[in-house]
């Protein structure tokens, strides 16, 4: 009663890090009002059909889970995962490349601003 084509296929995973399909349930749609304002803002229609954002949707989520599983995979030898990581699996797509490293600037930007913000607020409550 056994099949054997999903013996091979399990094997096939036992050394991966990945979680097998069955193991993996993830909520549909969650992303689905983000990707349709994407879509539109890369020139579809500003209703795309349901069926196309799905389809996206599940692209974005597979790439990303991909991603994130070499990334630990990468990680693993020093013990830990880090931003590194992924700049390092991209680093062969130059836009991504420099699109993550232009966020990445503007995040330690706004880390900082808010961290002088907060000086200031501490100075102004003593004063009063």
């Given amino acids: 009663m056994s099949n054997p084509s999903a013996g091979a296929s399990s094997k096939s995973k036992l050394g991966s890090s990945q979680p097998s399909e069955t193991s993996f349930k993830r909520k549909r749609g969650v992303f689905q009002k983000d990707l349709q304002h994407m879509m539109y803002g890369f ?63 503007m995040q330690e930007e706004l880390k900082q601003a808010r961290k002088a913000f907060e000086v200031d607020e501490e100075k102004l409550g003593t004063l009063e």
């Fill in 43 to 105: 020139g579809d229609d500003p209703n795309p059909l349901p069926e196309t954002v799905a389809l996206v949707e599940d692209i974005v989520v597979e790439y990303v889970t991909d991603l994130a599983h070499k990334a630990q995979d990468i990680g693993s030898r020093r013990g830990k995962l880090s931003v590194e990581d992924f700049l390092y699996l991209i680093r062969k797509d130059l836009p991504k490349l420099n699109r993550c490293t232009e966020l990445l600037s």
